[in-house]
């Protein structure tokens, strides 16, 4: 996603970064919502008590870090397809944008990488409501989708090989504060089941 959508690349193409990025936070933010509005909808469909409902979280949560840490050997089930590199050149900045957004928002049209993408989508489904579900879509949309404001101040080729190592570099923190995030979900859920 940086090395597709970024300043020196945009300028490239004869398009505002700016627009190209607003669309496309704007989209992925947007379209996790909307699932995580329907997810919530269709939980509350389910009957949902918060006891049983906590230790399903943490039980979601502790599948999540057994993913994630690859423990046994798991591997995390995914698609294999990614955003389509060929709209770059097709469209406009804002269609790209907004399509890529969209379907990285989603989570999970493209490849997964992390049980947290699995692990968002459950939650909004366990809250039992399209407004907090929408509230955790686009929290998980909107976090997703900042990264890209990493290439900001991209302006020569020498500047985006340097950020891209540099956001090479902080895949191993990035990899560890998404598990701190998903033992702390499973600390949380642990804790409330208790005290129901």
């Given at each position: 996603?940086?090395?597709?959508i970024?300043?020196?690349?945009?300028?490239?193409?004869?398009?505002?970064?700016?627009?190209?990025?607003?669309?496309?936070?704007?989209?992925?933010?947007?379209?996790?919502?909307?699932l995580?509005?329907?997810?919530?909808?269709?939980?509350?469909?389910?009957?949902?008590?918060?006891?049983?409902?906590?230790?399903?979280?943490?039980?979601?949560?502790?599948?999540?870090?057994?993913?994630?840490?690859?423990?046994?050997?798991?591997?995390l089930?995914?698609?294999?397809?990614?955003?389509?590199?060929?709209?770059?050149?097709?469209?406009?900045?804002?269609?790209?944008?907004?399509?890529?957004?969209?379907?990285l928002?989603?989570?999970?049209?493209?490849?997964?990488?992390?049980?947290?993408?699995?692990?968002?989508?459950?939650?909004?489904?366990?809250?039992?409501?399209?407004?907090?579900?929408?509230?955790?879509?686009?929290?998980?949309?909107?976090?997703?989708?900042?990264?890209?404001?990493?290439?900001?101040?991209?302006?020569?080729?020498?500047?985006?090989?340097?950020?891209?190592?540099?956001?090479?570099?902080?895949?191993?923190?990035?990899?560890?504060?998404?598990?701190?995030?998903?033992?702390?979900?499973?600390?949380?859920?642990?804790?409330?089941?208790?005290?129901?």
């Open positions: 996603m940086l090395a597709s970024h300043p020196l690349g945009e300028r490239a193409r004869d398009r505002r970064w700016s627009v190209t990025v607003t669309a496309y936070v704007v989209g992925s933010t947007m379209a996790a919502a909307l995580g509005g329907a997810l919530g909808g269709a939980g509350g469909l389910l009957p949902l008590e918060p006891g049983p409902t906590a230790i399903l979280v943490a039980l979601l949560a502790a599948a999540a870090l057994a993913f994630d840490l690859r423990l046994g050997g798991l591997r089930p995914t698609v294999h397809r990614q955003v389509d590199k060929d709209w770059l050149g097709l469209y406009r900045g804002w269609v790209v944008g907004a399509g890529f957004g969209v379907q928002g989603l989570g999970v049209v493209t490849i997964v990488n992390t049980a947290a993408v699995y692990l968002a989508l459950a939650l909004a489904l366990l809250t039992g409501s399209v407004v907090a579900g929408a509230a955790v879509g686009a929290t998980f949309g909107l976090v997703r989708a900042m990264v890209v404001l990493a290439v900001a101040g991209v302006r020569r080729p020498d500047q985006l090989r340097l950020a891209l190592r540099r956001m090479q570099t902080w895949r191993p923190l990035s990899e560890r504060i998404g598990i701190a995030v998903q033992a702390i979900v499973l600390v949380a859920a642990g804790a409330v089941a208790i005290a129901q």
